[in-house]
């Protein structure tokens, strides 16, 4: 199910499942915030993250306040992950704000270096991969939130001066990209006693504020001073980002063309697949490099498109309007979609959409948790709902 997390950066089973658990239009918002990420970070490569606003609690938990102000689903923290690293830090953040003044900034940075330790949970999507850039975190807390931004970092000494500026020194008898300094930095975060003014003013003013801090990939360098001026603008609400921009425009023509808010993984991949092609179009690469914190890599434009045409066509004609989808319907007993079965493993009944479960190629009891692919002898002999 999570086949493109590796590759391309992005699960669509994983997001297909979460904004089903929302309501449509917070489900959409949800969805477009996590495509913009995906593009500013995995294809523009951008300086700075947009802010970010979090319900933390004691033990790491990460929830994001949405634009309409409920709770999303909490974030999920998959253990293959440099061995659950982000969930153990986030305890320690929520700590470390706590234990200081609200309205004060804390940092806290995950180190350039391999996504997965010898010895932890094991995974495909993670094994052998490796995180080529840094990130640096930005909080404030807010009250019972907690207002987040994250700087890229290609320039990882420079940022490590800055976390011994504010009192985190570098850890002893290790080096830089192995487990224990990864460690290290992730689970120390520091406070910077100061209100956000005064932090990016400090930043400014570091003797090596002009330092190269980030490449992007359109050629553009930033500097210390450029972080500053970005995080101000992220705190402030007045951060521009080119991937919103296009998410926004990619989930509007979406919902136009699919006539639908409820997007399925199928769907979700399209999207993605559509929005990585068109982005390199736009600026005639012959290859995609994708670099995202759940993986990536380089891809011909020619392999992606060939990519994205599997998708359209599976879209196309796995819907409930298409004439190919209607044919086999008649085929398969579909003339009542909602069907129900009975689950060899549990015996208890089963009720599902047949055009949602052909389209998807994929049944599964909400009892027992029994899945399967082989759907068509399914929907064949099931009896209407």
């Not at 050629?219 to 101000?232: C, E, F, M």
């Amino acid at each position: 199910m999570a086949g493109e997390l590796k590759p391309y950066g992005f699960n669509p089973y994983n997001e297909a499942r979460r904004i089903e658990q929302l309501s449509r239009t917070v489900g959409v918002s949800e969805l477009t915030a996590n495509v913009g990420t995906f593009f500013n970070h995995g294809l523009a490569d951008t300086l700075v993250s947009k802010k970010y606003t979090l319900a933390v609690s004691a033990d790491g938990t990460q929830r994001p306040v949405l634009s309409s102000g409920e709770l999303g689903i909490p974030i999920e923290t998959d253990m293959a992950q440099r061995g659950g690293l982000a969930l153990m830090g986030m305890r320690e953040v929520y700590k470390t704000i706590h234990n200081h003044p609200t309205n004060t900034i804390t940092l806290q940075y995950s180190p350039i270096g391999p996504s997965s330790f010898e010895g932890s949970v094991r995974s495909t999507d993670y094994e052998g991969g490796y995180y080529h850039e840094g990130q640096l975190y930005v909080y404030k807390r807010d009250g019972d939130r907690v207002d987040a931004t994250a700087v890229t970092v290609k320039n990882e000494i420079a940022i490590l001066e800055v976390m011994k500026h504010f009192g985190l020194m570098p850890p002893l008898e290790t080096s830089q990209f192995e487990e224990q300094f990864i460690t290290h930095y992730t689970l120390n975060p520091v406070s910077t006693n100061m209100t956000l003014a005064d932090f990016t003013n400090q930043l400014r003013t570091m003797k090596y504020g002009q330092i190269m801090i980030h490449a992007d990939r359109h050629g553009n360098t930033h500097s210390l001073s450029d972080v500053a001026d970005n995080i101000d603008a992220a705190f402030n609400g007045t951060l521009t980002s080119q991937g919103e921009a296009l998410a926004h425009e990619l989930v509007d023509r979406f919902v136009f063309q699919k006539g639908t808010t409820r997007f399925n993984e199928q769907q979700i991949r399209e999207l993605y697949l559509t929005g990585i092609v068109e982005y390199g179009q736009r600026y005639k690469w012959s290859e995609v490099d994708i670099t995202t914190a759940c993986g990536g890599g380089i891809h011909s434009m020619d392999s992606l498109i060939r990519a994205l045409a599997g998708e359209v066509v599976k879209g196309a004609l796995l819907t409930p309007a298409s004439s190919l989808l209607r044919a086999m319907g008649s085929e398969l007993n579909m003339g009542h979609d909602v069907r129900k079965t009975t689950c060899p493993m549990c015996k208890t009944e089963v009720f599902f959409s047949a055009s949602d479960v052909l389209a998807e190629h994929y049944l599964q009891c909400d009892n027992c948790g029994n899945a399967t692919d082989c759907v068509e002898p399914i929907i064949e002999y099931s009896r209407a709902a």
